[in-house]
């Protein structure tokens, strides 16, 4: 069929299920709203199932890992979001606690004495 040939059937089509619908509604209008709701609820459960089955099939082992992706991401996120409370309360503590001096405590390094007297070599490995 040639795109203007298919074109023309596709609104015959279209125009006399408007007509049929038209004269439906004119002499029953109950009962076209009763089958419309009808198909419709088939047409809803028809496809959820066949959703269902279709991506069980094709994703089966994704949807498994993808499940434990988003449970991953879930302890991650409480994990974490349990540790910024906490340092949020830690830091509001820090700022009404009153601000004490604090001594200097004694270094535990010392100092050794080296070759102070003695000249610089210029052929030294680390300045080259």
């Known amino acids: 069929m040639t795109r203007r040939s298919s074109q023309t059937l596709f609104y015959v089509i279209v125009g006399l299920a408007v ?8 002499r029953d209008p109950g009962k076209l709203f009763n089958v419309l709701i009808t198909t419709l609820l088939v047409g809803l459960v028809i496809f959820f199932i ?22 991953a991401v879930k302890q991650s996120k409480k994990k974490y979001q349990q540790n910024y409370a906490n340092t949020h309360v830690f830091q509001q503590a820090l700022r009404t606690a009153p601000i004490r001096k604090e001594r200097r405590r004694p270094t535990h390094l010392r100092v050794i004495e080296g070759k102070k007297g003695m000249k610089k070599n210029d052929n030294d490995r680390a300045s080259n």
Do not use: C, P, T
Not at 50 to 71: C, I, P, S, T, W
């Open 19 to 26: 007509i049929g619908l038209a004269s439906f509604l004119f």
């Open 50 to 71: 066949f959703n269902a089955v279709l991506k069980r099939r094709m994703y089966g082992h994704q949807a498994d890992e993808m499940k434990k992706y988003r449970r």
